[in-house]
């Protein structure tokens, strides 16, 4: 049905921004670093990327309700799998995470009703190893 339903939000130091895939850009929603709302755990604060995935509803109106929610999720997943494909062949770590502020992220995002937080994902340099 091509409900093209996904929305993918890029969290950085220097703001947050909207993945417009048809012109592959980034569209700046905010300048505020909302990275440390897209997870509870200490390292989405620091890390060079937090993906956000959000599902627009209103894209979704030929598929049944109540396959909407699945389906989103499905193409999120698949989504963030080639995220880590790209990260493991550029020596990037990545992160798949559904622990988050759900209600907070939301607002720091100015979503709307028919849009839903799906998942988070970050990007960010390897830990170093500890010199002997
Ligand atoms: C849907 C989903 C949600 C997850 N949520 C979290 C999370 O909130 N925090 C977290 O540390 N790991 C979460 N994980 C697990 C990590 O994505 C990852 O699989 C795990 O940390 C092991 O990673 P590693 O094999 O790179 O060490 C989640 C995994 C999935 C599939």
């Not at 060079?48 to 909407?68: G, K, N």
């Not at 995002?109 to 340099?125: A, P």
Request: hydrophobic share 45%; proline share 4%.
């Amino acid at each position: 049905m091509n409900s093209c339903e996904l929305r993918i939000y890029a969290a950085m130091q220097r703001g947050l921004f909207l993945y417009m895939p048809t012109e592959h850009e980034l569209q700046r929603v905010s300048v505020a670093d909302v990275r440390n709302v897209t997870g509870y755990q200490d390292f989405v604060d620091e890390a060079a990327l937090d993906l956000i995935y959000v599902a627009d509803h209103r894209s979704m109106s030929l598929v049944p309700a109540a396959r909407r929610e699945t389906y989103a999720y499905t193409a999120a997943g698949a989504v963030a799998q080639n995220v880590y494909l790209y990260c493991a062949s550029e020596g990037l770590s990545t992160v798949l995470r559904a622990w988050f502020d759900h209600p907070a992220l939301a607002v720091a995002l100015g979503l709307g009703h028919d849009e839903q937080l799906l998942l988070t994902q970050t990007v960010g340099l390897p830990k170093q190893p500890a010199v002997a």
